[in-house]
């Protein structure tokens, strides 16, 4: 059984930082894509940041110059270092990890940002 742990939300001033962590464990051989995903209220899920097997990465134009997505292949783990946070980056953030057979999502981990 696969499980995905994530970690690291919190309230936070703006302008601050908080760093996500998701580490996989169970029968997961093969790692594709990682990716962080979140959820405002009342908002679709939107794709924050992902990187590939290769390293490759790519972000939303809300985040790029601020969030920092990288992964420890030996470790199966993602994390997401976000800076400079704002008010408008509050939602509950989500790990996604592609696998050849099936896609993991991790459980959320709520990051607030007051103003």
């Known amino acids: 059984q696969v499980q995905l742990v994530e970690s690291g939300g919190g309230l936070v001033q703006a302008g601050g930082s908080l760093r996500l962590s998701c580490a996989a464990s169970g029968r997961i051989y093969s790692i594709n894509t990682m990716d962080w995903y979140r959820q405002a209220p009342g908002k679709q899920r939107e794709l924050v940041a992902r990187?590939?097997?290769?390293?490759?990465?790519n972000y939303a134009d809300s985040v790029k110059g601020r969030f920092t997505i990288s992964r420890d292949n030996a470790k199966k783990t993602v994390y997401l270092q976000m800076n400079s946070l704002k008010p408008e980056d509050t939602a509950v953030y989500y790990c996604?990890?592609?696998?050849?057979?099936?896609?993991?999502w991790g459980q959320g981990t709520q990051v607030t940002v007051s103003s």
């Open positions: 990187i590939t097997s290769g390293g490759s990465t």
């Open positions: 996604n990890v592609d696998t050849p057979l099936h896609a993991y």
